[in-house]
């Protein structure tokens, strides 16, 4: 295509974006004067705008693209699928061999051996299954009042009406009154947040549990059905918990006999090190939701690991439960199938998990050299490759108000340079979390490139 035709091409795309498709996570007012930026292919850690600039994607898509972009084997699995069986369910015991070699395999791998896997389309819908579950098991438990669930302020847990309230962001609940009551909200996991600078990490992580244990006896144990969080925040500020905090949630949780959802659904397949992040902090989960990883991002799929007890209760012929009445039209969808059986393959083949725990050690270490010396900085924390870099509240207020904050700006400077990595909502926190692919030396592209963008801030 000639120059001009390009360039016809590129404005009616943005016509038809700005005249036709509504943006998720977009400020809508600003959008129509931007207009959108517009990706149209892949390849490795990059991606390539219309207009035929390439960028590292440091954020691997939403956390998600662990493999990579336009792998070849992704695409054969895919399309070998789609030609073989491009469709069939899974209710009323009907089901297709590829979603059900791949529960099999998940099973295997589960941090709870033997869990049973329920199929889902998005990390909102698995989390939102899970909640379900809970509700269900307490009933047939003859337990009607224990409903309650505990979540964590700064939590993401996806945007459908249960998830988004429970959710603990303001842009997720401002002005969609959400219905909000059954969720009781305790202080986020992250020693940078203490509050009281001389508090030491062991006394941080004792009060963080003393909280969590006046909140379930204010409450009454007998009201509070599960603990629901990710292992490490993610779209909160990549929240990394303190050492003991895990062991000491579980201990309380077993005592008054509350259920544990973890949501997995950044953390899971690799991101911070090991296969789950139940492995790396020694998390027994009662439920679980993965998503993203599942498929590496290459078709839509989640899913709900169920514990053995809690399968046992709902499928025991005397609970009286009848037909369980919940799925989704594309639950165990035989294309997300074979694309979570190839993407396990090359995880598997490739040891992603542990490379993904090795290339985290250098970029934590890079960016500790290089940019947490930087006066905007604040901290610099991760594991695996899982990282945020906070810009100092000091510092920030010490700039008094500007109408772009100091993260979107270090973004967008960043974009410039060819680098996507994200300000996160409501917060001064931005993430970095790339393919488990990437190199070592576009690691260190991408801690050079953030470097000049924050210290373009000071000037
Ligand atoms: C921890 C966590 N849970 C749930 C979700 C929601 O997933 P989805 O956008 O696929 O609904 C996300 C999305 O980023 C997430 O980070």
Redesign the pocket.
């Known amino acids: 295509m000639n120059t001009a035709a390009t360039k016809t091409g590129l404005n009616m795309l943005r016509t038809m974006d700005l005249e036709s498709y509504f943006h998720p996570f977009t400020d809508l007012s600003a959008h129509r004067d931007s207009g959108p930026h517009v990706i149209s292919s892949g390849d490795g850690v990059r991606i390539v705008d219309t207009e035929g600039k390439v960028f590292i994607d440091g954020m691997a898509g ?2 998600c693209m662990n493999l990579g972009y336009g792998r070849p084997e992704m695409v054969e699995a895919i399309s070998a699928q789609a030609q073989k069986l491009s469709y069939y369910h899974s209710f009323a015991s009907m089901g297709s061999d590829v979603s059900i070699s791949l529960a099999a395999r998940l099973s295997e791998i589960a941090p709870v051996p033997g869990s049973r896997i329920l199929f889902g389309n ?6 939102d299954t899970n909640l379900k579950l809970v509700r269900l098991y307490n009933t047939l438990l003859g337990r009607p009042n224990k409903r309650k669930v505990i979540v964590r302020r700064r ?6 009406m249960a ?1 988004a309230a429970a959710s603990g962001l303001p842009t997720l609940h401002s002005a969609f009154d959400l219905p909000i009551g059954e969720y009781r909200r305790i202080s986020p996991a992250c020693y940078y947040w203490r509050g009281n600078a001389s508090l030491s990490e062991t006394d941080y992580t004792a009060s963080l549990l003393q909280e969590l244990e006046a909140l379930i006896v204010n409450e009454g144990p007998d009201t509070i059905a599960a603990f629901l969080a ?1 292992p490490v ?3 909160g500020g990549v929240l990394v918990p303190p050492p003991g905090y895990w062991e000491g949630v579980q201990r309380l949780l077993a005592k008054y006999d509350i259920l544990l959802i973890l ?5 899971g397949f690799g991101r911070t090190g090991r296969m789950f992040a139940a492995e790396t902090f020694n998390i027994r989960p009662d439920l679980m ?1 993965v ?2 990883g599942l498929t590496s991002g290459y078709v ?1 799929m ?1 899913a709900s690991f169920v514990s053995p007890e809690i399968w046992n209760t709902l499928s025991n012929a005397d609970s009286g439960l009848g037909v369980f009445g919940h799925g989704y039209t594309y639950s165990g969808h035989p294309l997300a199938a074979a694309a979570a059986h190839a993407s396990l393959d090359i995880m598997l083949d490739e040891g992603l998990a542990d490379e993904a725990a090795r290339k985290g050690a250098h970029l934590l270490s890079a960016l500790t050299e290089e940019i947490l010396p930087l006066t905007p900085v604040g901290d610099v924390r991760g594991i695996g490759l899982m990282v945020g870099v906070e810009l100092a509240a000091d510092w920030i207020g010490s700039r008094g108000p500007s109408r772009q904050s100091p993260v979107s700006r270090v973004a967008q400077r960043c974009r410039e340079e060819g680098l996507i990595i994200r300000p996160l909502m409501d917060g001064n926190v931005l993430a970095i979390s790339p393919p488990l692919v990437i190199s070592h030396d576009d690691l260190d592209q991408l801690v050079a490139i953030l470097k000049r963008a924050i210290e373009s801030l000071s000037t």
């Open positions: 939403l956390w998005s990390g909102s819908d698995a989390n939590a993401y847990h996806g945007s459908s998830t990710e925040s993610g779209a949501d997995e659904v950044i953390t939701s998503a993203k839509p989640s």
